[in-house]
């Protein structure tokens, strides 16, 4: 069971990105995937879920409304796509299965995002 990041990423301030995140070793669908974000010097940040096999998402209040989670099943990749990114985005973004209890119990190797003029 493995999940694959796509590489770190440089962003001006105000415009978007998307990083992915690519399953394998298991059925995609019948799990969520979380997305987490770890700025520097801080701890760990819940962003929020999709659930894989109806595109169900839940998202943070903080976040709501600016970042948007999807998956593509025929690829086994699930996606954040963060918009109008600040600097204060500058973090690494971690995707995680999670069970139907919420266990985190396999992560990604993270991406890092950096979000500057």
């Known amino acids: 069971v493995q999940l694959v990041q796509s590489g770190a990423e440089l962003r001006n301030p105000g415009t978007s990105v998307k990083v992915s995140c690519k399953a394998s070793?298991?059925?995609?669908?019948?799990?969520?995937i979380d997305w987490v974000r770890q700025a520097p010097g801080q701890g760990l940040e819940w962003m929020g879920r999709?659930?894989?096999?109806?595109?169900?998402?839940k998202y943070a209040q903080k976040f709501q409304g600016r970042v948007t989670f999807t998956a593509d099943t025929s690829a086994s990749t699930a996606y954040v796509e963060l918009s109008s990114v600040r600097s204060e985005g500058t973090a690494v973004y971690y995707c995680a299965r999670a069970t139907s209890e919420g266990y985190l119990e396999v992560w990604g190797q993270g991406t890092q995002v950096t979000v500057s003029s």
């Open positions: 070793g298991y059925t995609f669908t019948k799990y969520y």
């Open positions: 999709i659930d894989p096999e109806d595109g169900g998402t």
